[in-house]
């Protein structure tokens, strides 16, 4: 099986390094390339591999120079095909782009918000014409070439992104990290990553009562592959985010409000989000909350290395013990 690499274009999202984030890297506009490995790169890619980005991106340049000037992009490894029909672009336009796209979410969740539209870097693989859009590289004629798929329009509100964790060595030693770039397939691994790309979908949903109620069905999702009541998710959640007894009575008070006063209302009621809250702000503030009780249990149950169901009620009654709840 052939191996190749594909270039994934990024709007709004604005970086001046070349870096890597585990298998993936990350390569600004040809704007800041044309600078040179010294001053664009970092110590986490080789002088070779920012070569082959500028080359890369360099020919995106000459084909699609609006792309090349007005992008960064994401580049990665894949098996290569052979485009032969519609069907088959497509295809691979969406795989490769999402997958490129989850590799975003460290950014999003740590520098972004949801109902703040305006700081949201694009979706990767959308270019900055509203096509999606990849780039490969032939592995045996080295040449690059576009590979289309369907037109996709987004609405940005601003002006996009530019991450603060951008190009330093400590993106790499945050908690985030390890849940994110990892190499495990286990189900426990799994679960918790799709989790946390969640959390990056709703970012993007400007119906506030769609973000909520996904949010609360990934707390669903985190607490057991089966179906169970609301009202019983945080006995499964809380042990793994309490320090005290105190501090695990007190976030159960608060969860118990969330299903019987927010959740039942908006998902059985058909009452709207804005009903219930007296401000925008106490709206993002909610979700800032919510989305916050899923990253610190997807964080503590990553670092627990707990790789089946079975571990992790092992590990869930221990802390209740603990915590003598």
């Given at each position: 099986?052939?191996?190749?690499?594909?270039?994934?274009?990024?709007?709004?999202?604005?970086?001046?390094?070349?870096?890597?984030?585990?298998?993936?890297?990350?390569?600004?506009?040809?704007?800041?390339?044309?600078?040179?490995?010294?001053?664009?790169?970092?110590?986490?890619?080789?002088?070779?591999?920012?070569?082959?980005?500028?080359?890369?991106?360099?020919?995106?340049?000459?084909?699609?120079?609006?792309?090349?000037?007005?992008?960064?992009?994401?580049?990665?490894?894949?098996?290569?095909?052979?485009?032969?029909?519609?069907?088959?672009?497509?295809?691979?336009?969406?795989?490769?782009?999402?997958?490129?796209?989850?590799?975003?979410?460290?950014?999003?969740?740590?520098?972004?918000?949801?109902?703040?539209?305006?700081?949201?870097?694009?979706?990767?693989?959308?270019?900055?014409?509203?096509?999606?859009?990849?780039?490969?590289?032939?592995?045996?004629?080295?040449?690059?070439?576009?590979?289309?798929?369907?037109?996709?329009?987004?609405?940005?509100?601003?002006?996009?992104?530019?991450?603060?964790?951008?190009?330093?060595?400590?993106?790499?030693?945050?908690?985030?990290?390890?849940?994110?770039?990892?190499?495990?397939?286990?189900?426990?691994?799994?679960?918790?990553?799709?989790?946390?790309?969640?959390?990056?979908?709703?970012?993007?949903?400007?119906?506030?009562?769609?973000?909520?109620?996904?949010l609360v069905s990934t707390l669903e999702m985190l607490a057991s592959p089966?179906?169970?009541?609301?009202?019983?998710?945080?006995?499964?959640?809380?042990?793994?985010?309490?320090?005290?007894?105190?501090?695990?009575?007190?976030?159960?008070?608060?969860?118990?409000?969330?299903?019987?006063?927010?959740?039942?209302?908006?998902?059985?009621?058909?009452?709207?989000?804005?009903?219930?809250?007296?401000?925008?702000?106490?709206?993002?503030?909610?979700?800032?909350?919510?989305?916050?009780?899923?990253?610190?249990?997807?964080?503590?149950?990553?670092?627990?290395?707990?790789?089946?169901?079975?571990?992790?009620?092992k590990k869930r009654n221990e802390l209740i013990s603990l915590l003598g709840v």
């Amino acid at each position: 099986m052939n191996k190749t690499k594909y270039i994934v274009p990024v709007s709004n999202f604005y970086i001046e390094l070349a870096f890597k984030l585990g298998d993936f890297i990350y390569s600004p506009s040809f704007e800041f390339l044309q600078k040179g490995y010294e001053e664009v790169s970092t110590d986490t890619l080789t002088e070779e591999e920012f070569n082959d980005i500028y080359i890369y991106i360099e020919s995106i340049k000459k084909s699609h120079p609006h792309i090349a000037i007005n992008s960064s992009f994401i580049i990665l490894q894949d098996e290569f095909i052979e485009v032969s029909s519609i069907e088959e672009s497509f295809l691979l336009v969406n795989r490769l782009s999402d997958k490129a796209n989850k590799s975003l979410d460290i950014f999003r969740i740590n520098e972004c918000q949801i109902g703040n539209y305006e700081t949201l870097p694009g979706i990767a693989g959308i270019s900055i014409d509203g096509f999606r859009t990849i780039f490969q590289s032939n592995p045996h004629t080295g040449k690059i070439s576009i590979v289309n798929g369907k037109v996709s329009f987004m609405i940005r509100d601003g002006i996009g992104l530019n991450p603060l964790l951008e190009p330093s060595l400590s993106i790499h030693s945050d908690p985030l990290y390890k849940c994110l770039f990892s190499d495990r397939t286990d189900i426990i691994y799994n679960t918790c990553r799709n989790a946390l790309h969640r959390i990056s979908e709703a970012m993007y949903m400007h119906n506030l009562n769609t973000a909520f109620i996904y949010l609360v069905s990934t707390l669903e999702m985190l607490a057991s592959p089966d179906y169970i009541q609301f009202k019983k998710v945080k006995t499964k959640i809380l042990p793994f985010i309490s320090k005290s007894k105190s501090d695990y009575h007190e976030r159960a008070k608060y969860l118990t409000d969330l299903s019987e006063n927010k959740r039942t209302e908006i998902v059985h009621n058909g009452k709207n989000i804005f009903d219930l809250y007296s401000s925008f702000n106490e709206i993002k503030r909610e979700m800032f909350k919510l989305t916050g009780i899923i990253v610190q249990y997807v964080e503590n149950v990553i670092k627990s290395d707990l790789k089946t169901y079975e571990e992790l009620e092992k590990k869930r009654n221990e802390l209740i013990s603990l915590l003598g709840v």
